[in-house]
């Protein structure tokens, strides 16, 4: 049988953490598993290579960059092979180059269009682990590229479908993916078992415990992931296809995010066109628009609120004032102080009255809801950015999250 183990950045973090690391790994191995593993650079390296980039160059050449940040990922492959071989079994090193990780050429950000097993096949035949350097592969020229930060979950998810592997474990720094953020609920609970919808919802809303590519290749594969600690030998939660034990489960967790702002276009006419005018201006642009909200007007006269990524402020602004002459509008408000706060759950989709609860739940606290967006299996609420920790914590409790059965 083979297993895949993907380690993240804090398992590799130090020498005395590669040596955990390696012993977990023969253990799995002495299992009678042949054993994949997907490692990460150690934690921050990374980061530290980018920046090292940009002191060099004000935009560094993208095949360079690529080359450099790869180096991250081969430092971890190589320390944790000797550890092993330390341990008296066999182990073979590779980076994506080596094993045939095919990509197309677009450096930073490439997406795998090949995998080539018989080499890993070969090996594992052969009785070794083979430790694969995640987040890299290579084009058909070879070219060394990368998959786009948080790749190695998506070497691992890959290579986990193409060897038809039967568990991808993801090993990180908590013990699996919670209801909500423990440092902002107390009795947060961690989840046994996840649909790859909840978590690709959840990952997008700020739960950053897989990186969302990787999960949407797992859910469009059914390649079962498992999340858990490397610290310790707690179970983690099962990301897996949605069955009828999550429907009856209702929500499965609730989520903040704080990096989007609110911008208003103040008093534009209410007249058909308008909306389009604005937001082709964005997408022109390149602006991602999360949350819109517009009211019907009593005085031809309407405000239009949008919200998009804090990191993306600065370019939308001047763009948004553009946009706000073209349509009369008389001015630009931004709200920087906004928190987004998100139910959600595969249950929803069966049960009415979710929304309503929430809703209500933030009304006894005395908590004004800005804007509301919703999708099969999500609600979200913008509220003041001071309360959202508040809204969260309420939420929560409403739905006795804590508890194994959530309530309505
Ligand atoms: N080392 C890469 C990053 O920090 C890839 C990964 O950790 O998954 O983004
Ligand atoms: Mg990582």
Known sequence: MVIVQKYGGTSVGDIEKVKSVAKRIVRTKRKKNQVVVVVSAPAGKTD????????????????????????????????????????????????????????????????????????????????????????????????????????????????????????????????????????????????????????????SLGAKVMQSRSVEVGKKYNVPIMVRSSMNNNPGTL????????????????????????????????????????????????VNVDMIIQNKSTTNFTDISFTVFKSELKRTLPVIHQAAKIVKASGVEVDKNIAKVSLVGVGMKSHSGVAAKMFSTLAKKKINIEMISTSEIKISCVVDGKKGKAAVRAIHSAFGLSRRKTVI
């Open 48 to 203: 530290e290579l980018n920046s090292l980039a940009h002191q060099v160059a004000k935009i560094p050449n993208q095949r360079e960059m690529d080359m450099l940040l790869t180096t991250g990922e081969q430092m971890s492959v190589a320390l944790l092979a000797m550890a092993i071989h330390e341990l008296g079994e066999d182990a073979v090193s590779m980076t994506g180059l080596q094993i045939g990780i095919t990509t197309n050429e677009k450096h930073g950000q490439a997406k795998i269009v090949d995998i080539n097993t018989d080499r890993i096949r070969r090996e594992l035949r052969k009785g070794k682990i083979v430790i694969v350097a995640g987040f890299q592969g290579s084009t058909s020229k070879n070219e060394i590229t990368t998959l786009g930060r948080g790749g190695s979950d998506l070497t691992a998810v890959a290579l986990a479908h193409v060897l038809k592997a039967s568990l991808c474990e993801i090993y990180t720094d908590v013990d699996g993916v919670y209801t909500s953020d423990p440092r902002i609920v107390k009795d947060a609970r961690k989840l046994d078992m996840i649909s790859y919808e909840e978590m690709l919802e959840m990952a």
């Open 239 to 286: 990301i897996t296809k949605e069955n009828k034990k999550m429907e009856q489960v209702l929500v499965s967790g609730v989520t903040i995010t704080e990096n989007e702002v609110k911008i208003t276009l103040l008093k534009v006419p209410d007249t058909p066109g308008i909306a389009a005018k604005v937001f082709e201006k964005l997408a022109k642009s390149d």
